[in-house]
Structures are given as structure tokens and as C-alpha cells.
């Protein structure tokens, strides 16, 4: 766990990790827990806050040859912030020229959470952006 990280957003964060690996996906970079960094998605269009972001997983499904980012959002405030946004924006968007596939977005929330979290990505990513991301709900979380 980063210094800078509460206890339940590392909580979060595992639980997505250990689903995607479950799932038959390889969660190859967790953001302070592996020694390989998940890679920073420039944001050359400048959209949301115009700032590159790193996701707290990066993956690979080898089977479907598609790569994956993966976010856990507490709530508090995270879901719906412009950072937040950008995120969902940038990791739900890119395109993958090699297997000609868009990548996957996977956002983990408590259960109390997953209505506004619907919302937000329906108020604020293009729907085109929509086939490319899977919400997940908590099972440790439902506050």
C-alpha cells in the first residue's frame, strides 16, 4: 500500500485485482503493491482536467489479446471528480492498433455506490465509450 492511499481504496483495489485474475485476466501492474508501475495513458486530446493518468491496474487478457485498466473509487467525493472523470474517459478510449481492439475499463465500487457511479459515466463519457466499461460491484464493501 502507497503512503498516500486509505485503507479501503487498497482494499478495493485488491479485490478488483484478485476478480480480473479470477476472470482470466492478468493483472500485470497495481499501482503500490508491484514492482512493475502501471503505465501512465497521455492524454493528448486534453480532455476532462487536460492531466495524463496512470490507472490503478493495468492488464491483459491473453486469451481475447486485450489489454485492461482497472479503478477502484470509495465514493467520498472520488466518483464524480474531474480527475475521476478524465480517468474513466482516457482508460475507456484507447485502441489498441496490434490486436485491433479497444482496451477495458474495469471500475470497483461499494455496493452503495454503484448507482452514482452509473450516473456519473452517464452524464459525463461518450457513449461510444459506454461497451468498454464494466462496473463492478463490491462484496466487501457495501457502505
Given at each position: 500500500?502507497?503512503?498516500?492511499?486509505?485503507?479501503?481504496?487498497?482494499?478495493?483495489?485488491?479485490?478488483?485485482?484478485?476478480?480480473?485474475?479470477?476472470?482470466?485476466?492478468?493483472?500485470?501492474?497495481?499501482?503500490?503493491?508491484?514492482?512493475?508501475?502501471?503505465?501512465?495513458?497521455?492524454?493528448?486530446?486534453?480532455?476532462?482536467?487536460?492531466?495524463?493518468?496512470?490507472?490503478?491496474?493495468?492488464?491483459?487478457?491473453?486469451?481475447?489479446?486485450?489489454?485492461?485498466?482497472?479503478?477502484?473509487?470509495?465514493?467520498?467525493?472520488?466518483?464524480?471528480?474531474?480527475?475521476?472523470?478524465?480517468?474513466?474517459?482516457?482508460?475507456?478510449?484507447?485502441?489498441?492498433?496490434?490486436?485491433?481492439?479497444?482496451?477495458?475499463?474495469?471500475?470497483?465500487?461499494?455496493?452503495?455506490?454503484?448507482?452514482?457511479?452509473?450516473?456519473?459515466?452517464?452524464?459525463?463519457?461518450?457513449?461510444?465509450?459506454?461497451?468498454?466499461?464494466?462496473?463492478?460491484?463490491?462484496?466487501?464493501y457495501s457502505d
Amino acid at each position: 500500500m502507497n503512503g498516500s492511499e486509505t485503507p479501503k481504496h487498497h482494499n478495493l483495489k485488491m479485490e478488483l485485482a484478485e476478480l480480473l485474475e479470477s476472470w482470466g485476466h492478468n493483472a500485470e501492474a497495481i499501482d503500490g503493491y508491484t514492482k512493475k508501475s502501471p503505465r501512465k495513458v497521455e492524454n493528448t486530446n486534453k480532455v476532462g482536467d487536460g492531466e495524463d493518468k496512470i490507472p490503478d491496474i493495468d492488464g491483459f487478457n491473453p486469451g481475447e489479446r486485450q489489454y485492461l485498466r482497472g479503478e477502484a473509487k470509495i465514493g467520498d467525493g472520488d466518483i464524480e471528480s474531474l480527475h475521476s472523470i478524465t480517468q474513466y474517459m482516457l482508460f475507456s478510449d484507447l485502441y489498441n492498433k496490434e490486436n485491433r481492439k479497444n482496451s477495458l475499463l474495469f471500475i470497483i465500487v461499494p455496493a452503495s455506490c454503484k448507482n452514482e457511479l452509473n450516473d456519473v459515466l452517464i452524464r459525463h463519457v461518450p457513449r461510444r465509450n459506454w461497451e468498454n466499461i464494466r462496473m463492478i460491484q463490491s462484496s466487501r464493501y457495501s457502505d
